[in-house]
């Protein structure tokens, strides 16, 4: 069994991310995620949540909170909300956001997960709900970790198991490029992992498709900092960016979103046994 476990955390662990390039390339995508915290609630997340605990007078730690698209629905369900981000330009629209949305106290840092120091912010088993959405901050197996340590009831978090879009795959052909893949996804190494130790997670998986419109020189500056990072050659980020281009019109540009998403629930009320 511990065998097990160690080979899991040595895989998930490849999944870890760099936090400090991470910074720099969400403060990047900073205003493009601010349009969609308008846009897109995801209320779903909260039917589905609204079935396992009341959140009124709860404490929720919402990490890598992004936009802030979630802080106000949890603040408006009258939990009491902290949240943690790594991007200085995120909290900004996120706070941005509160005040024109739902304003009142809120509790937000900026900073990187990985330096959060649970026990020197009285945070350990201090949260009645942690909350992750779509966010790196889940991966690798000391933030997971950390995750669960900060909660005394409850964890959710929700993570793709695939996700494509229209011009992604226009550029993907373009350059012929193929992912290059890590194996079992962030997914599988979350679910057997809290498995293994005796938590056993309620999921659903979600299906999603929906068409946006979006400013043509942000999804641009996207999708050119996200091949500078899988390292293709200048020759080929020049027939990107011809491409986008093309695909522009009025600094407007059409995509189309497909992704199939897990939502996973589970309690840490009894850490002797579960906790990781």
């Not at 990047?28 to 997340?45: G, H, N, S, T």
């Not at 009142?104 to 992750?132: A, C, I, Q, S, T």
């Not at 995750?147 to 993907?172: C, W, Y």
């Not at 500056?221 to 027939?239: C, F, T």
Request: proline content about 3%; charged content about 35%.
């Amino acid at each position: 069994m511990e065998k097990g476990i160690q080979k899991l955390e040595q895989e998930f662990d490849q999944f870890a991310r760099d936090y400090k390039a991470d910074e720099m390339m969400w403060d990047d995508r900073a205003r493009e995620l601010k349009i969609y915290a308008k846009e897109d609630k995801e209320l779903p997340v909260f039917d589905f949540l609204k079935e396992y605990m009341d959140l009124k007078g709860k404490r929720v730690l919402d990490v890598g909170f992004g936009s802030g698209k979630y802080l106000v629905p949890f603040k408006r369900a009258g939990a009491d909300v902290y949240g943690v981000e790594l991007s200085g330009k995120m909290v900004e629209n996120a706070k941005a956001f509160i005040e024109e949305e739902e304003p009142g106290e809120y509790h937000l840092y900026k900073g990187p997960w990985e330096e959060v120091d649970l026990k020197e912010r009285g945070w350990e088993n201090y949260f009645d709900l942690v909350f992750v959405s779509k966010s790196p901050v889940m991966n690798g197996t000391a933030n997971f970790e950390k995750l669960l340590k900060a909660s005394r009831d409850k964890v959710f978090l929700i993570t793709h198991i695939t996700k494509e879009d229209s011009v992604d795959q226009e550029i993907k052909k373009l350059i012929h490029w193929e992912e290059k893949s890590k194996g079992p996804g962030v997914f599988y190494y979350i679910y057997n992992l809290l498995y293994l130790k005796g938590i056993f997670p309620d999921v659903k998986m979600v299906e999603s498709e929906r068409r946006n419109i979006d400013k043509a020189s942000i999804m641009i500056q996207k999708y050119i900092h996200r091949y500078k990072n899988k390292g293709v050659s200048e020759e080929e980020i020049a027939l990107i960016r011809k491409k986008l281009e093309e695909l522009s019109a009025e600094d407007s540009m059409v995509l189309s979103h497909k992704s199939l998403s897990a939502y996973i629930l589970f309690d840490v009320l009894d850490r002797e046994k579960k906790c990781l």
